[in-house]
């Protein structure tokens, strides 16, 4: 089984884009959305829910009645989620130090459901994809379980291939991604920024070993910076595999719900993913 | 005053960074704080001058093989899955533990140490008369909520700061977000900017924190961001036309109110259009 994950570094530069397409000229692949903060994948794919179940996390609560207010719980935990003897749930990690010191037992773990983790159908196969809910934490967690899913349903179906769309950043939820892929796609633009996260996204693969190739996308909106960065790849021996220009049809996809493959197959857009696609079945 | 205004959306790349920067400038903030560590970007724009830097430490453990006996207390009780006991192994996965001592209280054969690890570091600088602080997370590490804790703490009392957040709807956009007054949501007219900006909105909500919205690439999309603002009674401050000069000033690292001066007094508009919000 291969896992090809795309990231970025920097938001908004074209990930679930890009990722939708692939999965659209894959044809026969497990599709798992770990952008499970900003869940857009649903929003070109239209899943059809087979499968949705809890995820749960748990939280610390404080009975009054019980509580001493000795003061150790306050003290010991390390995420500054309790005052007054009243625990903050949104600072609240779930670790259980306060439950563990409390010497009344006043300070107890308790589950509750932070998202949802989805199995569904889709035109191009079998979708796995989550929604964390705003303002919870454990993405990280969440991100690892919508992966497990999608390579039991692999498995399932005979599937050999899965595609990631991970989140922004290079935090929790994106090592949960990219930890045992066997390619990583960096979605870059021609900005400073661009240059700049790619590079951090980058050491973000290397230090987890996974091969990377680089796609510029709205590489026009500014080529000398596209050029640039392709010197950058070029200095570390990283194949740029797609230049994607700017179309606003791309646009024009996303609100018809449509992948940009689907949509305008013979624009330079997709042209370029499919040149991407081919580059990442060839590094695989 | 002293207010906090936070600048977030949900959605990467819709402009966060871009409307956080120009409205600093614009309105003279006395301090800019950059708290996407984990892809910092308002330096690259605002070139500060004078930069100092600080590491940040967290608590992490370390297992002394000698003294562990396998038992898996610490396995057992670690509610981030970080430590795997077997008969005569174990290991600690690093990128899941959230540094809370737990192992470490919990070891009957007092075999796990917390020792002082560097997850990132902290810089300030200054553009002009407005103090940028920044973070940046260490490669490999997992919580940025360290980082952007150090970044916050470096923030002087009094003045106006302006706080650039990160994308997502999680623990490092609640850190951020935490304390402010108020919080700008920069959103995309898009169906992907829709869907994110109303999980943003349900965390501001939760933290009740007051908001309004400002639409960056105007003209590209549809109305649906539009009409849910209406809907939803949440104020909608100002649009930013999709613009190739805005777009190609932002990739060379020039904040656009730079060379379109005409835009400074729109920024100043729409600061005391939040102030009037504030009350």
């Given at each position: 089984m291969r896992q090809v994950v795309i990231v970025s570094?920097?938001?908004?530069?074209g990930k679930t884009t890009v990722a939708a397409s692939l999965a659209a000229l894959a044809g026969r692949a497990v599709i798992a959305?770990?952008?499970?903060?900003?869940?857009?994948m649903p929003l070109l794919l239209h899943p059809d829910v087979g499968e949705r179940r809890d995820f749960k996390t748990r939280r610390a609560e404080i009975d009054p009645e019980s509580?001493?207010?000795?003061g150790l719980c306050v003290e010991e935990c390390r995420f500054d989620a309790i005052s007054d003897f009243k625990v903050d749930p949104v600072k609240c990690?779930?670790?259980g130090v306060c439950a563990y010191i409390c010497p009344t037992g006043a300070a107890r773990l308790r589950p509750r459901v932070s998202g949802y983790l989805y199995v569904s159908e889709t035109r191009f196969g079998p979708l796995c994809h989550a929604d964390l809910l705003p303002?919870?934490?454990n993405s990280g967690r969440l991100v690892s379980l919508v992966r497990e899913r999608a390579r039991a349903v692999a498995v399932e179906r005979g599937l050999d291939l899965i595609l990631i769309d991970g989140a922004p950043g290079i935090g929790c939820p994106v090592i949960a991604s990219v930890t045992g892929v066997d390619l990583g796609v960096i979605v870059t633009e021609p900005s400073m920024s661009g240059l700049h996260d790619m590079e951090r996204a980058l050491s973000l693969l290397r230090h987890f070993r996974v091969p990377p190739l680089v796609a510029i996308n709205k590489?026009?909106?500014?080529p000398e910076m596209a050029e640039r960065i392709r010197a950058f790849c070029a200095d570390r021996g990283v194949e740029v595999a797609a230049m994607i220009p700017f179309d606003t049809a791309v646009v024009e996809a996303m609100l018809r719900g449509l992948t940009i493959v689907e949509y305008e197959p013979e624009c330079g857009v997709s042209g370029e993913i499919r040149e991407l696609w081919r580059a990442v079945q060839e590094l695989l | 005053m002293e207010v906090r205004i936070a600048v977030a959306s949900g959605?990467?790349?819709?402009?966060k960074t871009t409307v956080a920067v120009n409205l600093a400038l614009s309105i003279g903030a006395a301090q800019l704080l950059d708290?996407?560590?984990?892809a910092p970007n308002v330096h690259l724009l605002l070139h500060p001058r004078g930069v100092e830097s600080k590491p940040i430490y967290v608590k992490v453990p370390r297992i002394i093989e000698d003294r562990?006996?396998?038992?898996g207390r610490c396995a057992e009780a670690c509610n981030f899955n970080a430590i795997f006991v077997a008969r005569d192994q174990i290991i600690l996965f690093e990128e899941l533990?959230?540094?809370?001592?737990l192992c470490a209280k919990i070891c009957p054969q007092k075999a796990i140490v917390e020792e002082e690890k560097v997850v990132g570091f902290v810089k300030w600088g200054w553009a002009g008369e407005m103090k940028l602080i920044w973070g940046e997370l260490g490669i490999?590490?997992?919580?940025?909520e360290p980082v952007i804790e150090a970044v916050k703490s470096r923030m002087d009392e009094g003045g106006t700061a302006i706080i650039d957040v990160a994308p997502g709807t999680s623990c490092p956009v609640v850190s951020a977000v935490y304390g402010s007054d108020f919080c700008i949501l920069v959103a995309e007219p898009t169906p992907f900017g829709l869907h994110d900006l109303r999980q943003m909105i349900g965390v501001l909500r939760r933290l009740g924190i007051p908001m309004a919205v400002v639409i960056n690439k105007?003209?590209?999309?549809?109305?649906g961001v539009y009409e849910y603002c209406e809907d939803e009674g949440i104020p909608i401050l100002m649009e930013i036309p999709f613009d190739r000069r805005i777009a190609e000033l932002y990739s060379r690292g020039i904040p656009f109110v730079q060379e379109m001066p005409e835009w400074r007094m729109r920024f100043q508009e729409i600061m005391e259009a939040v102030r009037g919000m504030m009350g």
């Open positions: 570094g920097k938001g908004g530069t959305d770990c952008d499970v903060e900003a869940s857009n509580c001493l207010r000795c990690e779930g670790c303002g919870e934490s590489y026009d909106l500014n | 959605k990467g790349g819709t402009g708290c996407d560590v984990e562990c006996n396998y038992c533990c959230h540094g809370c001592g490999g590490e997992p919580s940025p105007a003209g590209l999309g549809d109305r």
